[in-house]
T-cell receptor, first 111, second 113 residues
Framework: EDKVVQSPLSLVVHEGDTVTLNCSYEVTNFRSLLWYKQEKKAPTFLFMLTSSGIEKKSGRLSSILDKKELFSILNITATQTGDSAVYLCAVQETSGSRLTFGEGTQLTVNP | DVKVTQSSRYLVKRTGEKVFLECVQDMDHENMFWYRQDPGLGLRLIYFSYDVKMKEKGDIPEGYSVSREKKERFSLILESASTNQTSMYLC????????????FGAGTRLSVL
């Protein structure tokens, strides 16, 4: 059974701080790892990672995958209050399209 | 932009009622998914569908059924709602080819009293 574990489960920081969110996984036939951001509505897609060591970047957010150690990190630099959300990590197997999600990390950025 | 629309944002039902949650997507996606989201448990897959009239059980199908009569619409049915089905329900869709992102609806917060 696929398993995804995120840490920390919750995090409170001040604006301007840099945060690192962690996601470790166990999956039989790994295809990809995805990060989503969820505010008080639909999760929105951030990144999809398939190859080790290649950083994906979008503005102040970046993510990288380590397929040997089976984990990914999501970094957010110079955090803003608008970054407050639940960040979800999910993995996908090669056998299909379904995703297995972690519990999520609740990030709160205070002014 | 992909649009996944769930028919209700909030729903309150009584124990034993039959409940229908509707989801419609406008991107001609083959795959559609129903999840429930609970604190501390993340998103858990209830059912999914690869095509019209096809369905597959996810990780927690007990107490639920689904219907996919048209490609764009995927319905989740609670035959006899129970209080432990109080949750946030999220619908998602994607193209059939694996390795692609799923797109989510805004969610339906269901309370069963």
């Amino acid at each position: 059974e696929d398993k995804v574990v995120q840490s920390p489960l919750s995090l409170v920081v001040h604006e301007g701080d840099t945060v690192t969110l962690n996601c470790s996984y166990e999956v039989t036939n790994f295809r990809s790892l995805l990060w989503y951001k969820q505010e008080k509505k639909a999760p929105t897609f951030l990144f999809m990672l398939t190859s080790s060591g290649i950083e994906k970047k979008s503005g102040r957010l970046s993510s990288i995958l380590d397929k040997k150690e089976l984990f990914s990190i999501l970094n957010i630099t110079a955090t803003q209050t608008g970054d407050s959300a639940v960040y979800l990590c999910a993995v996908q197997e090669t056998s299909g399209s379904r995703l297995t999600f972690g519990e999520g990390t609740q990030l709160t950025v205070n002014p | 932009d992909v649009k996944v629309t769930q028919s209700s944002r909030y729903l309150v039902k009584r124990t034993g009622e039959k409940v229908f949650l509707e989801c419609v997507q406008d991107m001609d996606h083959e795959n559609m998914f129903w999840y429930r989201q609970d604190p501390g448990l993340g998103l858990r897959l209830i059912y999914f569908s690869y095509d019209v009239k096809m369905k597959e059980k996810g990780d927690i199908p007990e107490g639920y059924s689904v219907s996919r009569e048209k490609k764009e619409r995927f319905s989740l049915i609670l035959e006899s709602a129970s209080t432990n089905q109080t949750s946030m329900y999220l619908c998602a869709s994607s193209f059939w080819r694996g390795g692609l992102s799923q797109y989510f609806g805004a969610g339906t917060r269901l309370s069963v009293l």
